[in-house]
């Protein structure tokens, strides 16, 4: 049997509990619910939470230990002289038996001591899934009798049921901030090898960067060079374009949506703007690179300028317009939660809608712009498909976005392409740029968290 059937045994199980459990409860209470403690529902809520968690708890148990328990059977059951053969050769021999058992293609289904363990494995799985499916459901109906007989108006169910889902919340919140904590650990560990093999000083200085490296010691240029600061600069380039395409423009749009469009024409233009959020990063990279750069070349090139035929102007104008929701979807939402007797105040004082837009809405919503903005600019560091079609992959220390250059996130994706050897600086280099671009991001939230809280202590 499926452990998939044991689960939906267990949610049946759970939800007749949940019947149970509220039937119970109006029963003890001689059918006056005022006589309770708590409503029904929570009793209800108490039994099924009592059924459905130590079963589950155990399952999920059971389904991470079972593959750890059969190999090791299956390495048991093996001949001496299997059992002694070298670990990369019994991975395949174990792996040939796995496949063969899941009825997949397997290179030695023609051995007998295969055949036969393959068997042998598939009895093991069998029994254990009978197994867990008499222990889930004999867990689950203790629990459920349990909690069944504890029942009485006295009860506190409601107090027992919002500390387990507040156990529950504080469990979702804290897998955000560990995984937080593994991504920064697991990039700081592997800096610190990229470290030990380049200078921190040549990371941070130095102007150049090609990261190639020889395989043999004997071959021309076999160390590279790991300066990241024309990474940064085009990055930092890129994303001023976008910003200054999505910024005024995304402000503007939620403007007139939120203060002058008709309901019928808000209506209709909303979500039509919206709809470029969610074009792929693709499409955007192939009209950048066959449609805005060939053009930003050929005008460039009919009053005199030298215009490469990837640039960042491409790049950063394609994101910038990829950009605009961003900007103007969160800032149209956060004018509109701008209460509306501050307009009607205005306009009371004699101020017009232009200068109540400017002086009461816009500082009023500044905090909630300046996050879209943050965002928008997150969105646009980030970004590496449009960067890698429109402008290029090869490192140039520019400000002319006239030229050709690559951004961090780029570099991160060429650098981890492919097989790489995880013991060579040209890999741990894309873990020096990732905690790189962290603390920059980290550094922008800093600065923006600022800004925003003096602000609000000015308009609060």
Not at 108 to 115: A, K
């Amino acid at each position: 049997m499926s452990p998939y059937f044991a689960a939906a045994l267990l949610m049946v199980l759970t939800a007749f509990g949940h019947v149970l459990g509220r039937h119970r409860a109006r029963w003890t209470a001689g059918g006056d619910i005022r006589g309770l403690h708590s409503l029904p529902r929570y009793y209800g809520l108490f039994v099924a939470l009592w059924t459905a968690i130590p079963a589950a708890f155990v399952m999920a148990l059971w389904l991470v230990l079972q593959p750890y328990i059969l190999e090791h059977l299956l390495i048991a059951s093996l001949g001496e002289q299997l059992r002694t053969l070298p670990a990369d050769t019994l991975g395949l021999l174990l792996n040939d038996i796995r496949n063969l058992a899941d009825g997949n293609i397997s290179s030695r289904r023609g051995d007998l001591v295969v055949i036969k363990a393959a068997a042998r494995l598939s009895e093991w799985r069998a029994l254990g899934h009978a197994g867990l499916l008499v222990m889930t459901l004999a867990i689950g109906i203790g629990g459920l009798l349990l909690a069944w007989r504890r029942i009485s108006p006295s009860l506190r169910a409601r107090i027992s049921v919002e500390r387990v889902f507040k156990i529950f919340l504080v469990a979702a919140s804290m897998v955000a901030i560990l995984a937080t904590i593994g991504i920064v650990l697991s990039l700081l560990f592997e800096t610190i090898r990229f470290f030990g093999k380049v200078p921190v000083t040549e990371f941070l200085f130095n102007l150049s960067w090609s990261p190639q490296t020889s395989l043999r010691a004997d071959q021309v240029a076999s160390a590279g060079t790991f300066g990241a600061v024309s990474l940064f600069a085009g990055t930092l380039l890129i994303t001023a374009i976008a910003m200054i395409v999505a910024v005024p423009v995304g402000l503007m749009s939620a403007i007139y949506l939120s203060e002058y469009a008709p309901r019928r024409l808000r209506d209709v233009l909303k979500p039509a703007l919206e709809i470029l959020a969610g074009i792929p990063t693709v499409v955007y990279g192939f009209f950048a690179a066959l449609t805005v750069a060939p053009a930003i070349r050929g005008w460039g090139q009919a009053v005199g300028l030298d215009v490469a035929s990837e640039s960042a102007l491409a790049a950063g104008l394609v994101m910038g317009v990829m950009i605009i929701p961003f900007v103007s979807s969160l800032s149209d939402d956060v004018i509109n939660a701008v209460p509306q007797t501050l307009r009607d105040g205005s306009q009371a004082l004699g101020a017009t809608q232009s200068e109540t837009i400017r002086q009461v809405i816009i500082p009023a919503a500044f905090p909630g712009i300046v996050g879209s903005v943050l965002l928008a600019v997150s969105r646009a560091i980030g970004e590496t498909m449009i960067v890698v079609m429109a402008a290029g992959l090869a490192a140039n220390l520019t400000i002319n976005p006239l030229e050709a250059v690559t951004t961090v996130t780029v570099q991160i994706v060429t650098l981890l392409v492919g097989d790489q050897e995880f013991d060579s600086a040209k890999t741990l280099a894309a873990f020096a740029l990732g905690l790189a671009l962290f603390c920059v991001t980290l550094a922008l939230n800093v600065i923006a968290l600022k800004t925003v809280r003096k602000y609000r202590e000015k308009y609060d």
